[in-house]
């Protein structure tokens, strides 16, 4: 009898013989102990009864499966009151009973299971010469105990949906220990209330600005102290403010459409490359009004004769959008982009016809269609503009009209960043968008105080901020002050307190990573397992 270093047993185990089966290790184990102890009353047993054998799987050597078939002894129980009097020698820090893996296998296929999935985890076990099955790994990892009840002073919590906008649940996570404690399977006040009362030593919860998981704290931890998360009341002023430009740029564009009718304006060239970003569905009325100014613009240009490439440039929309908003004989409400095929297959013939001298692209698009392609004429610009750089020579050039503003959405984002971090043309942008009316100047003014107010920290100032902004009269900054007077102690708390929900969404982030790795057995039982107990 020996003991390897390739394959190192407990005290107690001595490996008696080794075979070779295909690509599986068989080890003979033995016990070489003179006794056990009773697994009920405890006592020590040297009387043998019997023996029999026990095959379990065990962890891999030098890329070899491994069966350990172990010679396990019975004992006679010789204390008088124990009900136990036959019984089998236990090995619990290496097998344990009944079971057919020994420990460190399962620690492994839990590892497995943690870091991977059921599937993946085993197709790579299968490379570690380890076999098993997606269930057998499930399992593993449902067998791992729950954590017990833990202590927690500050409290983070949001939600993270099961399907997009349809179900949701809730992450709680101690702010402390940056540890995500647990799940519920959804986001009700009810049920993220009777979680609060069981643990009414929490001192601080950092939430976002939903109401029901304010009335829950309120009601199930009314000892703490709420803190509403910083980015997402930056977020509702920025949602406010975007209503205030897309008023006033449509606005602004009505007045460039009165002043180019007064001028008479040169004629360019034809058609250009497609380029249209999504709309925001937020605020649709006011950015519908700010689409139709747009369209309105377009139109004037039109009928006093510039091309679609000069007043794409000088309305800031793409070329695509002016070429179809000009097919139509009314506004065009807003539709999804039809789906565009490159043209590789032609690229050669174009290249040939233009090395030849036909630089005529209109032509060229005529000569494609009679070839079978069957895409837009913007598709072709597009594609030549970029892969033959001598067709921007016949590109049309610019009138000295003065481009219009951002869109509404880009103009928010320049108004909420620091001003330092802004570059040259940025600070150009904010300079001109501020001096188109006075009330964007104003408006400007105050999202650079709250956003100054947020970063420092100071939420003392807040008071006097607001009595600003009713001031100002300005409406949409109006609603976002209604807002933060029926959460205000949380907004106030979350412009003071350190605390922060940032943490909270970054646990989210790895929640969703490790949903989507489970493919369809994503129930919720799997899924808190593997976030409590994820590596």
């Known amino acids: ?47 043998r009864h019997s023996q029999y054998t026990r095959v379990v799987a065990d962890l891999p050597c030098a890329g070899f499966r491994v069966h350990l078939i172990l010679h396990v002894r019975r004992f006679f129980c010789d204390t008088t009151n124990c009900i136990r009097k036959i019984f089998t020698e236990r090995l619990s820090a290496f097998v344990l009973p009944w079971a057919r893996l020994t420990v460190r296998l399962c620690e492994a296929l839990q590892s497995l299971g943690l870091a991977t999935c059921g599937e993946l985890g085993t197709r790579l076990a299968e490379r570690l010469a380890i076999q098993t099955s997606p269930t057998t790994i499930l399992r593993r990892i449902m067998a791992l105990p729950t954590a017990a009840k ?32 647990d799940l519920l399977p959804d986001r009700k006040a009810e049920t993220v209330k009777a979680w609060m009362k069981g643990h009414p030593e929490i001192k601080l919860v950092s939430r976002d600005r939903g109401g029901d998981y304010a009335s829950a704290a309120a009601s199930g931890a009314p000892q703490a102290i709420q803190c509403a998360d ?27 459409i009165e002043e180019v009718r007064a001028r008479p304006l040169e004629t360019t060239q034809p058609r250009p490359s497609p380029k249209l970003g999504p709309k925001a569905a937020q605020q649709k009325q006011a950015k519908r009004e700010e689409r139709l100014a747009q369209y309105q613009h377009v139109v004037t240009l039109q009928k006093l004769g510039f091309s679609q490439m000069t007043i794409a440039d000088q309305v800031g929309l793409g070329h695509a959008t002016v070429s179809r908003w000009l097919a139509h004989d009314a506004f065009p409400e807003q539709q999804s982009r039809p789906r565009k095929i490159g043209l590789d297959s032609h690229l050669s013939f174009l290249r040939e016809r233009w090395e030849a001298g036909c630089h005529n692209i209109a032509q060229l698009y005529r000569e494609l269609v009679a070839r079978g392609y069957t895409q837009s004429y913007a598709s072709v610009y597009e594609q030549l503009v970029r892969l033959l750089p001598e067709g921007k020579k016949n590109a049309a050039k610019g009138c000295d009209l003065s481009p219009s503003p ?25 300079i001109t968008l501020r001096q188109l009316h006075p009330e964007i100047d104003l408006a400007c003014d105050l999202v650079q105080q709250f956003a100054r107010m947020l970063r420092t920290r100071t939420g003392e100032q807040l008071d006097a901020w607001l009595e600003q902004v009713r001031a100002s009269q300005i409406r949409e900054l109006q609603g976002f002050v209604v807002s933060i007077e029926r959460d205000k102690a949380a907004v106030v708390a979350g412009l003071t307190l350190p605390q922060n929900n940032g943490l909270v969404e970054g646990q989210v982030n790895k929640l969703k990573l490790i949903k989507r790795m489970m493919y369809g057995r994503a129930a919720f039982p799997l899924l808190r397992q593997r976030v409590l107990h994820a590596l």
């Open 1 to 47: 009898m020996f003991s390897s270093p390739f394959l190192p047993l407990p005290a107690g185990l001595k490996i008696a013989t080794t075979s070779m089966r295909d690509d599986l290790l068989v080890v003979q184990v033995v016990s070489t102990k003179a006794g056990s102890c009773c697994p009920l009353c405890f006592c020590p047993a040297t009387r």
């Open 150 to 181: 833990e202590q927690v002073s500050e409290l983070g919590i949001d939600d993270f949906s099961f399907r997009r906008g349809r179900k949701f649940g809730t992450i709680l996570v101690d702010m402390q220990s940056h540890n995500v404690i």
């Open 230 to 256: 910083r980015f997402h009341v930056l977020k509702n002023l920025g949602e406010a403010l975007e209503g205030v430009l897309a008023r006033h740029l449509a606005a602004h564009r009505t007045r460039l």
């Open 406 to 430: 951002v869109s509404s959405r880009q103009a928010t984002f320049l108004f909420l960043r620091r001003s330092g971090e802004l570059k040259t043309d940025e600070q150009e942008t904010l």
